[in-house]
């Protein structure tokens, strides 16, 4: 979607992109001022495969300050983008059969990167009317002797939805309880910084000590500090796991970027200042559209507690008939009849959750009223 988006840009048509993935503000002035620093002392040779000593000192300080959690430098793993770190944890530990448990809805990527190393994605839905949160009885029955990992991403890309602690301690208690252990359990934290209304943000390794040893913690600079070019994400877990994705790192990309690496421990190290406005501003975003959207009965969507999407049902409105006649069957059908009306969207059926749309609201408060006006006169004309 995000391609035909840019395709329909560049062929000159006005679109309000509503598929983004990433901050819409500049990456902080004193994390670029540190890149060129690093350039200026020659930092632009190779570094160790698993980052550079600084950068994983910046990263043990960050788990302990923000997680609570004590990792040394040998269990923190630092790759291309916090997605590098996941495709290699899957390609370390996947084999044909194994299962990966995956809430419903997901990001789009888990997919894709299960299938090409082997495995076997096994969604469970979270229901919209659980604010898409997954339930303990549903993790509990899909758990088997083939499960390898059980992936939870809180707050979510797509739904923006997040457990607190107690929430994410149901699910956990589950784990620790059950009698198959053979399993790994990854936490995707990529969205900790954002989220709203002052919740506190809780992750698998600290509310469940217990699973610290089968448990990676992934992270990353991308949303946090709008690093997404800088391609810098990491990861704290038990050695051994560790040990074997810098391994297969080391034939893949080696490391990442020795100057992102730079600029990645200032962004940790320094000021959170930036984070916090973010928040804010992004909060204010889901308000304004949430909002918006309390209007339209018909996009049912429950209140995200974090990341910058929305993520509504649009169940109500399949089988309507645009003014030519054409009836909108399905999410990529509505999608693209949004997409006519100049406001481009994500289809539900990529995260798994098809009868939805994802819409960024990592975009400015202009052009969101721009979608708004947009997509009230397309659903105006549905019959
Ligand atoms: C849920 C989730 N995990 C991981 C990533 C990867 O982030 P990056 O590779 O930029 O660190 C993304 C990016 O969109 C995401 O949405």
């Known amino acids: 979607m995000a391609e035909r988006t840019r395709q329909a840009i560049s062929a000159g048509r006005d679109v309000v992109d509503l598929t983004l993935g990433e901050p819409d503000f500049a990456t902080p002035e004193h994390i670029c001022a540190a890149a060129v620093k690093a350039i200026a002392r020659g930092e632009t040779k190779y570094t160790p495969i698993n980052g550079t000593t600084v950068l994983r000192e910046a990263i043990v300080r960050k788990f302990r300050r923000d997680n609570a959690l004590d990792y040394d430098l040998r269990e923190i793993s630092v790759g291309c983008g916090a997605k590098q770190i996941l495709y290699q944890a899957f390609l370390a530990t996947l084999a044909p059969g194994d299962e990966v448990i995956i809430p419903t809805p997901y990001w789009a990527s888990y997919a894709d990167m299960i299938s090409l190393n082997?495995?076997?994605?096994?969604?469970?839905?979270?229901?919209?009317?659980d604010s898409f949160l997954l339930e303990p009885a549903?993790?509990?029955?899909?758990?088997?002797?083939?499960?390898k990992w059980v992936v939870l991403n809180s707050p979510s890309n797509p739904s923006g939805a997040a457990y607190t602690r107690?929430?994410?301690?149901?699910?956990?208690?589950?784990?620790?309880?059950?009698?198959?252990?053979?399993?790994?359990?990854?936490?995707?934290?990529?969205?900790?910084?954002?989220?709203?209304?002052?919740?506190?943000?809780?992750?698998?390794?600290?509310?469940?000590?217990?699973?610290?040893?089968?448990?990676?913690t992934v992270n990353g600079v991308s949303k946090a500090y709008a690093m997404t070019g800088w391609r810098v994400g990491f990861a704290g877990g038990p050695r051994p796991l560790i040990e074997a994705l810098t391994k297969l790192q080391m034939q893949i990309t080696s490391h990442t970027a020795s100057i992102s690496q730079a600029a990645a421990a200032a962004a940790l190290d320094?000021?959170?200042?930036?984070?916090?406005?973010?928040?804010?501003?992004?909060?204010?975003?889901?308000?304004?559209?949430?909002?918006?959207l309390a209007k339209i009965p018909a996009l049912a969507c429950p209140k995200p507690h974090g990341a910058f999407y929305l993520f509504p049902s649009i169940e109500a409105l399949?089988?309507?008939?645009?003014?030519e006649g054409e009836r909108l069957g399905s999410d990529v059908e509505f999608s693209n009849y949004l997409l006519e009306h100049g406001v481009a969207v994500v289809p539900g059926?990529?995260?798994?959750?098809?009868?939805?749309?994802?819409?960024?609201?990592?975009?400015?408060?202009?052009?969101?009223e721009r979608a708004i006006d947009r997509i009230w006169i397309a659903l105006d004309r549905l019959s």
């Open 318 to 323: 399949l089988g309507r008939s645009s003014p």
């Open 166 to 216: 107690e929430q994410l301690k149901a699910l956990t208690d589950v784990i620790e309880s059950s009698r198959y252990k053979k399993f790994w359990i990854l936490a995707d934290d990529i969205y900790e910084h954002i989220l709203f209304d002052d919740r506190m943000f809780a992750t698998v390794a600290q509310v469940a000590p217990n699973l610290r040893e089968r448990t990676l």
């Open 270 to 292: 320094g000021s959170q200042e930036f984070v916090y406005q973010c928040r804010a501003r992004l909060q204010a975003r889901r308000d304004l559209m949430l909002a918006w």
């Open 118 to 129: 082997g495995g076997t994605l096994k969604p469970v839905e979270a229901r919209l009317v």
């Open 349 to 368: 059926s990529g995260f798994g959750a098809p009868g939805h749309i994802r819409m960024s609201y990592a975009t400015s408060e202009a052009n969101l």
């Open 138 to 147: 549903a993790l509990d029955a899909a758990l088997n002797e083939r499960t």
